[in-house]
């Protein structure tokens, strides 16, 4: 498998350079063509645009980018990976498992006032699970600190600990 990327703030230009790579190498009939886009709406639009051009458009695949990863690293390493565990409504119950077990925990005295209810418990968990999410992109070294045991007296590195070692048991 092969892929390349190309990029351009403008879809025309875009739709019109993947019309003129489809043709100068075509895949066999039954290899659906794989374009990775960010919305339903996108893989729609460029649809219907391959298939004014070509007067028909069939056989493609338009996978989002967490899927279209999935499915690499699924022939690369020859296995499927447990990335499921870590997308973020799974991580919700996730975290709202772990809260009532890490209540009696010095750290989460104030975490655990605040949940009161089901309802809060359920909203902290997810604002929680899309923050986690947040840190795994854009703060890894934060999370790697957290894994290697730094700032042990935070509610929210302890939480991760716990939530990691959930998970990759």
């Known amino acids: 498998m092969s892929f390349t990327i190309y990029t351009s703030n403008r879809m025309e230009l875009l739709v019109e350079y993947l019309a003129q790579v ?47 990863l999935r499915q690499v690293f699924a022939q690369v390493l020859g296995e499927e990976l447990a990335l499921e565990k ?47 999410d947040q840190y795994v992109i854009y703060r890894p070294d934060l999370i790697k600190s957290w894994e290697e045991g730094g700032d042990s007296d935070s509610w929210q590195a302890i939480l991760w600990r716990r939530l990691r070692a959930d998970i990759c048991q």
């Open 22 to 68: 489809l043709s100068q190498r075509p895949l066999p009939p039954l290899v659906p063509e794989t374009v990775v886009v960010q919305s339903q709406g996108m893989a729609r639009w460029l649809a219907m645009e391959l298939a004014k051009r070509y007067g028909v458009w069939a056989n493609g695949a338009f996978p989002f980018p967490n899927a279209f």
């Open 86 to 132: 870590w997308q973020r409504p799974v991580l919700v119950w996730r975290i709202m498992a772990l809260l009532p077990e890490l209540a009696d925990e010095p750290a989460f005295s104030q975490v655990t006032t605040y949940v009161s209810t089901p309802l809060k418990a359920y909203q902290l968990a997810a604002a929680l699970a899309d923050l986690f």
